[in-house]
């Protein structure tokens, strides 16, 4: 029978050899224990069986329960790590407590009665045999290693239902050493005197993990992707420390950074300049802000893509990792892309400034057409359009008074879109006449009420014809403040205006600088049923309508703007 034990503790130290062979540094630090207690383990068995004293045999069953104690922890922790499932430092720190507190029972054999109450020795059939009854020392061991099988059924049952990330026949390789380790320990007294099944199942684990391993290399896609891509040698590496100390680098890395190649490891690079100005000032803006991780570098032509990312010792950051790629031919044709873009953006622009510039002719032509029917407005589009802009520019200039833009324009304040719509839609603010009989339109004096009212409806006609003309628009602001002004331009500061009698702010922002425009344009312009007046009569007219007629908060920019608005009337000879 000793044969047996030496023959499996042979098998032992193979199989042990060829993990050894086949061994990566990622594989899991609880298999490697496993390959290395094992050959120990089985030893023991054998010089057990070998033992021609009670001493020598004491010894040896000692050293044999290192399986039952430590294996079975191992074989545990082993499962946790390759289901992908952590382990809290405490949690690892309290099995190895209770396993090496039952060890340290174990440890007592034949000197105290905690683990063997009783303990002889005999050779039987030339093969040394120790004789015991049990302590409860024993009952505890058998306790934790029902405990870890439990632990690890449990584990290996709950990852193979719920985890995609562990594959399925990993988990049932697993289940195999662990059933046939649990059959051994506590169904194996049932056989013969003499052969122990322990040995063989710690064999029979080794055969499976192996097997196990192989099939995690083939899993393991992080180092799988890493080895292909070192093995196809077109990505550099370099790697520095969190201080800036050199570790290493690659010879694609060198190629692209020759300096690097003349930096010893373990030293700071500062003194090479291009590594200064590339690599290290990278790392800098990468530790301001991790999202500025990948940078560019160009050299004989070529334009390299660098990726930084923290260099990782297990779960532990230990410093920062660069990865150099060539993207010359991305970055070639991204380029071009770039290129055909612009000049599609350029085209597209053109064209649209050209339709944007056809739309606006179209309506100043139509607001001309509808011009020319009023004998008493010749040149008021084009004059109070030009007004709506020096207004426009005198509040653009207002970057001091805050609150009154606030109180004005809320809390998107002036802005270039509003600047350019209220500009734009100011020739649309008489469209409305229209509709007006030419009978009351034309007519050289002052209108009666009913002829007043009348003329009144253009302001919602007007309102009806750019919503009809501008029905479909992508610019909704534009057909917004253009409806507004041509809606709301006769309304009054007090209520007292037309056609809704609005007050105060009720009256839309655009509708408020445009009844400025109309009546400063109607004060100083002749019209067939009275003169120009002066620029003075004018501007006490205007002056005291602040508040009234005006929003009074507009006043600073009329006064503002007067001297520019007396040089542009005082230039015309048809006013």
């Given at each position: 029978m000793g044969a047996y034990y030496e023959v499996l503790f042979g098998l032992s130290v193979l199989l042990t050899l060829i993990y050894i062979i086949i061994w990566h540094k990622h594989f899991d630090t609880h298999i490697s224990l496993i390959f290395a207690f094992i050959p120990l383990v089985n030893l023991a068995y054998a010089l057990l069986a070998h033992a021609r004293t009670l001493d020598a045999a004491l010894v040896a069953a000692k050293l044999t329960y290192i399986g039952?104690?430590?294996?079975?922890?191992?074989?545990?922790?082993?499962?946790?790590?390759?289901?992908?499932?952590?382990?809290?430092?405490?949690?690892?720190?309290?099995?190895?407590?209770?396993?090496?507190?039952?060890?340290?029972?174990?440890?007592?054999?034949?000197?105290?009665?905690?683990?063997?109450?009783?303990?002889?020795?005999?050779?039987?059939?030339?093969?040394?045999?120790?004789?015991?009854?049990?302590?409860?020392?024993?009952?505890?061991?058998?306790?934790?290693?029902?405990?870890?099988?439990?632990?690890?059924?449990?584990?290996?049952?709950?990852?193979?239902?719920?985890?995609?990330?562990?594959?399925?026949?990993?988990?049932?390789?697993?289940?195999?050493?662990?059933?046939?380790?649990?059959?051994?320990?506590?169904?194996?007294?049932?056989?013969?005197?003499?052969?122990?099944?322990?040995?063989?199942?710690?064999?029979?684990?080794?055969?499976?993990?192996?097997?196990?391993?192989?099939?995690?290399?083939?899993?393991?896609?992080?180092?799988?992707?890493?080895?292909?891509?070192?093995?196809?040698?077109?990505?550099?590496?370099?790697?520095?420390?969190?201080?800036?100390?050199?570790?290493?680098?690659?010879?694609?890395?060198?190629?692209?950074?020759?300096?690097?190649?003349?930096?010893?490891?373990?030293?700071?690079?500062?003194?090479?300049?291009?590594?200064k100005n590339t690599l290290l000032n990278w790392l800098e803006d990468f530790k301001r802000d991790e999202t500025r991780d990948h940078f560019y570098h160009e050299i004989d032509d070529k334009i390299y893509l660098i990726t930084i990312s923290y260099l990782y010792d297990g779960k532990h950051r230990v410093g920062y990792q660069f990865f150099v790629t060539d993207d010359t031919a991305s970055r070639k044709y991204m380029k071009l892309i770039t290129n055909y873009n612009d000049q599609l953006t350029a085209e597209v622009a053109e064209k649209t400034e050209n339709i944007v510039a056809m739309h606006n002719r179209l309506i100043l032509g139509m607001a001309t057409m509808v011009e020319s029917r009023d004998n008493s407005t010749g040149g008021h589009i084009r004059r109070t359009s030009d007004v709506i802009k020096i207004l426009i520019d005198e509040i653009k200039k207002d970057t001091s008074d805050k609150k009154n833009i606030l109180l004005l324009f809320g809390r998107g304040g002036l802005t270039e879109e509003f600047c350019k719509n209220v500009i734009q839609a100011a020739p649309m603010h008489d469209l409305g006449k229209i509709a007006v009989d030419d009978a009351v339109l034309r007519k050289p004096g002052k209108f009666t009420d009913e002829e007043y009212e009348k003329m009144k409806a253009h302001a919602a006609e007007g309102a009806r014809i750019v919503d009809s003309i501008l029905e479909g628009t992508d610019n909704e602001s534009f057909h917004k403040v253009a409806r507004n002004v041509a809606h709301y331009h006769h309304e009054r500061w007090d209520g007292s205006g037309y056609p809704e009698h609005l007050k105060g702010e009720e009256i839309p922002i655009e509708a408020r600088i445009m009844a400025i425009a109309d009546v400063y344009d109607a004060l100083v312009s002749k019209r067939v049923y009275k003169d120009s007046f002066s620029f003075e009569d004018a501007d006490r007219i205007m002056m005291e309508s602040f508040g009234k007629h005006f929003d009074k908060r507009l006043e600073k920019y009329y006064v503002a703007a007067r001297p520019r608005l007396e040089e542009y009337y005082g230039s015309m000879s048809d006013r």
């Open positions: 039952g104690c430590f294996l079975s922890l191992f074989i545990t922790q082993s499962i946790f790590g390759l289901c992908h499932i952590d382990l809290k430092r405490w949690m690892n720190a309290g099995l190895m407590l209770m396993c090496l507190t039952s060890y340290a029972f174990v440890l007592s054999m034949g000197n105290a009665p905690y683990f063997y109450k009783t303990v002889d020795f005999e050779i039987d059939k030339g093969m040394g045999r120790l004789t015991k009854t049990y302590g409860f020392a024993h009952t505890l061991t058998f306790v934790i290693i029902t405990f870890l099988i439990v632990i690890s059924v449990i584990v290996m049952v709950y990852s193979f239902i719920k985890k995609k990330d562990v594959s399925n026949k990993t988990i049932v390789l697993l289940m195999l050493p662990v059933t046939v380790s649990f059959l051994s320990y506590f169904l194996g007294r049932n056989l013969p005197e003499g052969i122990d099944p322990m040995p063989l199942s710690y064999v029979f684990a080794q055969i499976i993990y192996l097997i196990i391993v192989h099939r995690l290399c083939l899993y393991d896609v992080t180092d799988l992707g890493v080895e292909s891509i070192v093995k196809k040698g077109d990505t550099g590496f370099v790697s520095f420390s969190f201080d800036y100390t050199y570790l290493g680098s690659n010879e694609i890395a060198q190629k692209v950074f020759p300096a690097l190649a003349e930096i010893k490891v373990d030293t700071y690079p500062g003194k090479y300049m291009s590594i």
